[in-house]
Structures are given as C-alpha cells and as structure tokens.
C-alpha cells in the first residue's frame, strides 16, 4: 500500500483531494495531511510516507523549502507538486528538485482524477524498478567506463520515453530531472545500449545524445550532479539536431556560464548597431563569435536580445529601415542563430526597398547611432558628413528619405525623448537635463521642447509625476 500526505494551507483543498480521489483503485492511501511544510516534516518523522503531494506556496514554510529538505531526509519518498497556476518557473525548480510529477489544481475535475492518479502510480512503479537496480549516490563507480545520457531539450513538457530496455543485473538507469535520463552499462553491453539509445533518439524532440567518458573513480551523485549542471548551461550552446550525439568527457576544462561583464554585453550591442553584419560575412561572424564566448546563461542572453530588439525597433520601427520580431523562447543556440539568420535576412530585405546603396543606408544607420549613444556632442549634418566622407547635401538627403525626419528634426526628437526620461525618473535641475541631451542653454532647450511636447519641461514632470 502506497502510503500519502498531502500539505496544502487551504484545508479545503486537502479535504477535497483526500476524499475525492479514488486512492483505493490504486493501491494508495492517505494517512496525513498538513497545512505547511514544518509540520509536515514533524509527520514525516513520526509516521513512513511513500507519496507527497505538496502545494509550492505555503506560509512559514514553501513546498521548495520543504521538498529540499525532504530529498535530504528521506531520499526514497516520492514527490508531486499541487500548484494553482501553471507557472513553469516554479514547477521546472521543483521538478529540479526531484518532484516526479505536477498537478494544476484548476485542471482537478472528477473525470480526471483516475488519470492523475493513474499517471502517478505508474510513474512511481518504473521509478521503484529502477531504484531496485541503483547502487547508493555516494558510491563509486568502478566498473563502468562510459555514462550515457538522453536528455530534451525541452524542459517544459513531460516526453513519453520509447526506450525500454531489456533489464538485466548490471544495467544502470536513472532519471535524473525532467526529461533527462542516464544510463550505464558494462563494457560487453555498452554496443548494445548505445545503438538502442540513439534510435530512440528521433522519438523524443529536441534531444541529444551525451556519451560521458572518464567517469570512473566517482560517485553516481557527482555523475548526476555533472550532467544536470552540462545539461542546464554547456548544453544549451552544444544542441544540434543534425548532430544529436556528444561525446564529451568529464575531465574537459569548465565550460559553464560565466557572470558576464556590462562592457562585454555594451561590446555585442556595438557590433549589432554599428557594424554592417547584416550583408557581410566576416561582421557577422564576429557577432556570433563574441555571442558565444561569453556563454551566457538562456535567461541572460535572453534578457540580452530583447533589449537589443527593443533598441533597434525603437529606433527604426517607424522608418523604412523597419522593425525585427522576437520569438517568445528559445530552447537551444541552435534556435538563437536560425533567428539571427532570419533578422539579418528580414533587415536585408527592408533595406533592398530602398533606392539607395547599402554603403549609404550604413552610413546612414552608423550616423543615428553615433548621435543616440552621445547626446552631450551636439552633432551637426555637416560635420557626421564630412566623417562618413558623403557630401552634406547627399547626406541630409538619404537621411530623410530612410529616417522619415530632417537630420535637425531628428537630432531634436530624440534629445526630447530622452529628457522625458530624466524629467520622469530623476530629480536633476532643468539645467542638468539639458546639458545631458546636448543643449548648454536652458533656455533653448526649454523652448525646444515646448515646441515638439506642447509643454515646458518642468510642466512635463509635474503633469507626468501627478499621474503615476
């Protein structure tokens, strides 16, 4: 008989899924339930618990919290997680943590509550085989020599696994998170494994093939420990599905991301906004490269190009240069490059409606951004001219044409657009603000701003502080 608790702070909830569910069918039965996670370590100490069905957000102690230190105590006791809203951040930490298996309360209704359970129960009988079949975490592993790994990319949905391998006393096999299994075999076995483990390979999306090397002489906790961390990071940039086996070894030099450095983030945004890698080879390689040095973690390089997408169409969203879109996640480098392709490739095209070179609409992108990363210079049609070595009166021609505004115009706009920021978000004098977006007489730039806002500075920060 499976043994259950069931924590949750809403006595309702614990009440309706203990009396609700058709546990007997199962083989289960609740014998607990508490209402946060410290008194739900007091029962686990007091009574033997097999299954935990927790909630993420409890008061005095979160289901994180608890899972961390129930995976400490009592690494046996399986894990599910009850949450209101599905909200991957918190499921894929949880999961992480060794969570078998989610339940999204609001998908709870009759009809499915034999599906829940029976998903459960089947889940925690392979995981029961399994351990059958494990040698403790802390013990070495002396007699295989190779560690494979079949891990998705996908880090979202639970994937079906096609493999079922034919069970004998000297195979290893472990789930190590979501979606994320590892296998180990003795040498005279590991031809066999290894074929079998690579045709499952096109049934389980977005997946690899890691073939782990010299993993002799260490625990299975620091194998595990090594893949999840190579799989969460390294991983991410190494994903090829027209290559979809990595033989790595475990000696290999640290390869995981680093905390990156504001200068080298400012270095990438130059080489997008200021180098011609659109229609050159060479520039483009550069991007890629100086993207990839720095190994940014998913979250970060994601942070990165949506900041970079938000300049760019901000910029030139409203000119004939046109907007880039951004897809809402990517999964892997792979997906991060095909997407650069296909903005070079979209930039390419709005530039090819334009009559006019594409030597002249770089000089023309290189003069707007050398303006909008120094608005303290006060800049002049004549003087970028002459530096761009493109007579004045062409100049401010192509200028218009491509930006939709004069140069003066444009030189006035986005100085204005850029005082509205330190009026609303700083509490620097009139003078200071002025100075800052290349006007040394307040007076001036009170009046340009009246002319393009309708308002005078100072009227702008009150009317816009007094709506917030």
Not at 64 to 83: D, F
Not at 272 to 294: A, N
Request: hydrophobic residues 35%; glycine residues 4%.
């Amino acid at each position: 008989m499976i043994k259950v608790l069931i924590v949750d702070d809403d006595k309702l909830v614990r009440k309706g899924i203990s009396s609700a569910m058709p546990w007997n069918e199962f083989n289960m039965e609740v014998v607990g339930e508490a209402s946060n996670g410290a008194k739900a370590l007091d029962f686990l100490k007091t009574q033997p618990v097999d299954l935990m069905l927790t909630d993420l957000a409890m008061p005095v102690m979160s289901g994180i919290e608890l899972m961390r230190a129930a995976r400490q105590l009592y690494p046996e006791l399986h894990i599910v997680v009850l949450t209101l809203h599905q909200d991957f951040d918190y499921i894929q930490e949880a999961l992480r943590l060794g969570a078998i298996d989610y339940i999204a309360k609001v998908q709870l209704e009759k009809e499915q509550f034999e599906h829940v359970l029976q998903r459960i129960h089947t889940r925690i009988s392979g995981l029961t085989n399994t351990t059958r079949k494990m040698p403790s975490q802390d013990k070495i592993n002396v007699h295989y020599p190779n560690v494979y790994a079949l891990v998705s990319q996908d880090r979202k949905s639970e994937q079906k696994w096609p493999i079922e391998l034919t069970a004998h006393e000297d195979l290893i096999r472990w789930e190590i998170e979501l979606n994320s299994c590892m296998w180990a075999a003795p040498p005279s076995k590991e031809d066999q494994l290894f074929h079998q483990l690579k045709e499952g390979l096109h049934q389980v999306p977005h997946s690899t093939l890691l073939v782990l090397s010299d993993v002799q002489e260490r625990t299975w906790s620091q194998i595990k420990n090594w893949i999840r961390n190579y799989t969460e990071t390294s991983l991410f940039y190494a994903y090829n599905p027209n290559n979809q086996v990595i033989t790595i070894s475990m000696n290999e030099e640290d390869t995981f991301s680093k905390e990156p450095q504001d200068e080298d983030l400012d270095r990438i945004k130059q080489t997008w906004f200021q180098t011609p890698w659109t229609h050159h080879d060479s520039y483009y390689k550069q991007l890629v490269d100086q993207f990839i040095s720095l190994r940014l973690h998913k979250g970060q390089l994601m942070g990165l190009l949506y900041s970079i997408v938000m300049e760019w169409n901000r910029i030139f969203a409203q000119t004939t240069l046109g907007r880039i879109s951004m897809i809402h996640s990517f999964e892997s480098w792979y997906e991060v490059e095909e997407w650069i392709k296909q903005t070079a490739a979209g930039i390419r095209k709005a530039d090819e409606q334009t009559s006019y070179s594409q030597e002249i609409i770089d000089a023309v992108k290189k003069a707007v951004m050398i303006v909008q990363h120094d608005l303290e210079q006060a800049y002049t049609a004549s003087g970028l001219s002459q530096q761009l070595n493109i007579s004045r009166s062409y100049f401010s021609q192509c200028f218009k044409d491509l930006m939709g505004k004069t140069f003066n115009e444009y030189s006035r706009f986005i100085r204005v657009e850029k005082s509205k920021e330190y009026l609303l978000n700083t509490n620097n004098t009139i003078f200071w603000i002025a100075e800052r977006v290349g006007y040394t007489d307040e007076k001036y730039f009170s009046r340009i701003f009246r002319e393009l806002t309708g308002l005078l500075p100072s009227e702008y920060r009150q009317l816009g502080r007094g709506n917030k």
